[in-house]
């Protein structure tokens, strides 16, 4: 599996950006999800989905204002960030794991990690 993720940039508060995850080898039995890690603080789960069903989770944080959506056939994910704030600032990874449903937003679930993207939300 290969992940790597891009779309970032400078955006202004209430802004929108859209993250793209090209998922090279996920199969059915895994998950793709997006993680955050703002400076100095600890990585953080933003949402993921389930590649076979397309269950997508968010955290509440996100909830109304992101969006995740795939493209199967590009085994692409992507994240569609509106109304940006600058706390949403932060290097946003895309990683697959095959995540069991209870520990579906702990980032100990996902094993491959794509090299992330920078968001700078300016206020």
């Known amino acids: 599996v290969q992940l790597q993720a891009c779309g970032g940039g400078l955006v202004q508060s209430g802004g929108s950006l859209r993250l793209s995850c090209t998922a090279s080898?996920?199969?059915?039995?895994?998950?793709v999800g997006w993680f955050r890690q703002a400076p100095g603080k600890d990585r953080e789960f933003v949402g993921t989905?389930?590649?076979?069903?397309?269950?997508?989770y968010y955290d509440d944080s996100v909830k109304g204002r992101f969006t995740i959506s795939r493209d199967k056939a590009k085994s692409t994910v992507y994240l569609q960030m509106d109304s940006l704030e600058s706390e949403d600032t932060a290097i946003y990874y895309c990683?697959?794991?095959?995540?069991?449903?209870?520990?579906?937003?702990?980032?100990?679930?996902?094993?491959?990690w794509g090299q992330g993207t920078l968001v700078t939300v300016s206020s």
């Open positions: 080898g996920v199969t059915s039995s895994y998950s």
């Open positions: 989905i389930r590649w076979s069903s397309g269950a997508i």
């Open positions: 990683a697959a794991g095959r995540a069991i449903l209870s520990a579906i937003r702990d980032a100990r679930s996902y094993v491959y």
